[in-house]
């Protein structure tokens, strides 16, 4: 006999759940790309991507991963040499970082371990010890999917800002963006990087940028600009084909729209962001009810927490045989531990993370947290009783 006979559930942290609405809308034959109804749809994402982003500012979109839009980011901002500190709070903060360095420019971290958020009184202290502004941005992540730490992005500006210091905030918002509430100019972030595949339900494929006029000047003199990652033609072309420095991702593109239609126009942006903290409250509650004798949640302040991706760690090497178990015999995918150990070792094997972003109904949510509780519980591994009654309980409050 199987379970494992149905749709699978798929969650990782990224790429997320495709919903079918999206996969449909992509089912079509290839259009006339210079003129029609594709150039007439491609200029309604921008204002949609905007509103998912809160800003006035530019959006511009690369056929990249979010690798790509990461050296986008850095290629239209810096010049060689350039200076920046780089919060650090997993895996993905010093992913950007590397690749900074990799590009010719000097980067210095704030490292703030992998439990806990970026903590804004460092970074004031830090930026006041600059006196001469040599630092030409402060770069960080919203979420960190490797951690799950979500960094609080306006105090992180208010530290920038206290201490009168003239650095540019850069942001990756590439697991965040749709899940966890963004509001870009009011938090004043000058340049947010994002990509498709995560809270904006596309396949992956599209990197996108997000820029304000300080950032747009600063470009003017950055020498790492080169011609693929210029935003500037992008954001202002004078044909079309120059908003993607090409040929369009023209399937994308199709895909986006319904996502955009289905986030922005059918769900709201303010009710995804409410969506996403209850399935996460949700998860939380399930895994305290499990109690520390199975798993504890690697981020202990709930209010540094992410809203899209839960990073658990369990007591003894039970991560990846349960992970197997919930693969094989009842057809849910979690997510391995990513940058924090090797895999093989006892540490990787102890780490498991869910992925909650995105196209995800209370049925989804129950069943990852149900199908986890199923396979402790055939694995023989210790752990309290309760835990889907407890995430239940948060799903059902009235407030909605
Ligand atoms: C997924 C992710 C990336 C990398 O995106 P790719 O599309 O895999 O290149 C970067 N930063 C964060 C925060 C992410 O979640």
């Known amino acids: 006999m199987t379970l494992n006979f149905g749709r699978p ?84 903060g010093l992913g950007w970082a590397t690749m900074a360095r990799e590009l010719g420019i000097e980067i210095e971290l704030l490292d703030f371990g992998l439990r806990r958020a970026a903590d804004p009184q460092q970074v004031l202290d830090r930026l006041k010890r600059d006196k001469f502004h040599e630092i030409k941005a402060v770069m960080t992540v919203q979420t960190d999917t490797a951690t799950s730490a979500q960094n609080g992005i306006a105090a992180l500006r208010s530290a920038i800002d206290d201490a009168q210091h003239p650095a540019r905030f850069m942001v990756d918002c590439i697991a965040s963006l749709g899940c966890d509430r963004h509001e870009m100019d009011n938090w004043g972030v000058d340049v947010m990087v994002a990509a ?131 693969a094989q015999k009842a057809g849910l995918t979690l997510g391995i531990s990513l940058g924090i150990a090797d895999p093989g070792s006892v540490e990787f094997d102890s780490m498991f993370r869910v992925g909650h972003m995105g196209h995800l109904n209370v049925p989804m949510m129950m069943g990852t947290i149900g199908t986890i509780d199923a396979g402790l519980k055939a694995l023989g591994i210790p752990h309290g009783s309760g835990a889907c009654d407890a995430a239940a309980q948060v799903i059902s409050e009235h407030n909605f």
């Open 196 to 326: 498709c595949q995560k809270g904006l339900m596309t396949p992956p494929g599209l990197g996108f940028l997000f820029f304000n006029e300080k950032a747009a000047e600063a470009q003017k003199t950055a020498d790492l600009v080169t011609p693929y990652w210029d935003w500037h033609l992008r954001s202002k072309p004078d044909r079309y084909y120059q908003l993607f420095g090409g040929t369009p991702p023209v399937h994308l593109l199709y895909g986006l729209r319904e996502a955009l239609n289905m986030l922005v126009h059918e769900e709201g942006i303010q009710a995804a962001w409410a969506r996403h903290e209850r399935f996460a409250r949700a998860l939380w509650a399930a895994v305290e009810a499990w109690g520390e004798q199975a798993m504890t949640l690697n981020i202990a302040a709930p209010d540094q927490r992410s809203h899209a991706v839960t990073l658990i760690r369990t007591n003894g090497p039970q991560a990846t045989p349960l992970r197997q178990w919930c």
């Open 9 to 92: 559930q798929l969650s990782i942290p990224g790429p997320s759940v495709i919903p079918d609405r999206v996969l449909a809308a992509m089912h079509r034959p290839s259009p006339n790309i210079y003129e029609g109804e594709l150039v007439d749809m491609t200029t309604t994402l921008y204002p949609d991507l905007k509103t998912v982003a809160q800003t006035k500012g530019k959006a511009t979109i690369y056929i990249s991963n979010g690798h790509g839009a990461w050296e986008a980011a850095i290629c239209n901002s810096f010049s060689k040499g350039d200076k920046v500190l780089v919060l650090v709070t997993g895996n993905f």
